[in-house]
């Protein structure tokens, strides 16, 4: 990659990162919520001042750099509840995994060793809460609206209840983690399921993950993302699955050839705090660290779509790019989701979300105007 096309990819997103963490008008989270509901919160006045002083942290173990999503989210998360409690909330960000990698982080957590942590998505999650791995059906979702229509919706908030429940961590913002994984490789393009087959290709150690690969053919190699980029260059694996921002974020369009948008699985990303110490907080400062949450969400959602339109455009000149029609991505649907969802059935705890998720996809769709 050119120094003058690394630059002016930084300064398209530094400019639209305003946007991704404040919204369009030059707003701050404070800003969104309109004055009458900011009274009532009680930012601007002095209603905290019998209320605590509190130090809290939200770490993370992605880089620090505000034009990524889990920095993005983040910041939005710290300026919200510090403008919102009058100072009386402090936020430290811990970014880079200094704490710690995600599952580290995720312990840390739960144990109420730190407040609040993200760059969690669903395979860390599974670690202490299997049904979470409903979410890798593929070929679930056909876009990031109706899978947030979901998550942020009622199907969401009863599972991350009962996740709450089991584990004591309780969600406050959920966002997409670069949206939909997409298949790459540096032997030769995919277009139908058959393509696939032979192919090593890199996935997370997530069982649903590596199952989808098996179903199409294909030999599916677990490597830690701090290796990815060394395995595709040697060819230790011959190609790998993430979203569009990531690929970008790793490089990967640097030594591999090929990309399809087939969207097999969408990933999410979600912002944890301890929830022992959530309900030892006073009532004010719980709504606005819900509040907070919110904002976060919203935030990281709006990086990551504006990295995605940015990056396939930025990616078409290093890689070909492989857009498949609705009947071809029907296709891998029928070779993969029967057989996978047979799979998450037998490792998760209650098998019952799956036809839960199913049905709430269903209902995401017609709610939002997509299907009848």
Known sequence: ??????????????FVFSLA??????????????????EEQGGGDDSFADLPDIQMTLAHADIDDPT?????????????VEAESNGKIKVEI??????????????????????????????????????????????????????????????????????????GLRVIGVWDNGGFRNFTNSVRPIRKPEDMKGLKMRTMDIPAHMAIVEELGGTPTPVSWAEVYSALETGVVDGHDNSVPVIILGSIHEVQDY????????TQQHLFINDEWFNSLPKA????????????????ERACRVYRDIGLKF??????????????????????????I??????????????????????????????K
Request: hydrophobic content about 40%; some cysteine; aromatic content about 10%.
């Open 1 to 14: 990659m050119s120094r003058k096309k690394i630059l002016i990819f930084s300064l398209v997103l530094m």
């Open 21 to 38: 963490l404040f919204g369009c008008g030059g707003e701050t989270p404070a800003d969104l919520d309109g004055p009458d509901e900011q």
């Open 68 to 80: 990524q999503h889990i920095q993005a989210a983040s910041l939005a998360f710290k300026e919200y």
């Open 94 to 167: 811990s970014p880079g995994g200094a704490l710690g990698n995600t599952e580290q982080l995720q312990e840390q957590t739960m144990t109420g060793e730190i407040e609040a942590s993200t760059s969690h998505t669903e395979g860390t999650i599974a670690i202490v809460y299997p049904n979470i791995q409903t979410i890798s059906v593929p070929y679930l979702f056909d876009s990031v609206d109706q899978a947030l229509e979901v998550f942020r919706g009622e199907f969401g908030q009863e599972m991350f209840e009962e996740m709450r429940q089991q584990t």
């Open 259 to 266: 990309l399809i948008l087939d969207g097999h699985v969408y």
């Open 285 to 300: 400062y719980q709504e606005i660290i819900l509040r907070a949450g919110e904002k976060a969400g919203i935030a990281g």
């Open 315 to 340: 990616l078409s000149d290093y890689m070909e790019i492989y857009e498949p029609t609705l009947e071809e991505i029907d296709a891998f649907r029928q070779a993969t989701q029967e057989p996978v």
């Open 342 to 371: 047979k799979f998450i059935e037998e490792d998760v705890d209650d098998p019952a979300w799956i036809d839960k998720i199913l049905k709430a996809a269903e209902e995401a769709n017609r709610k939002l105007g997509y299907t």
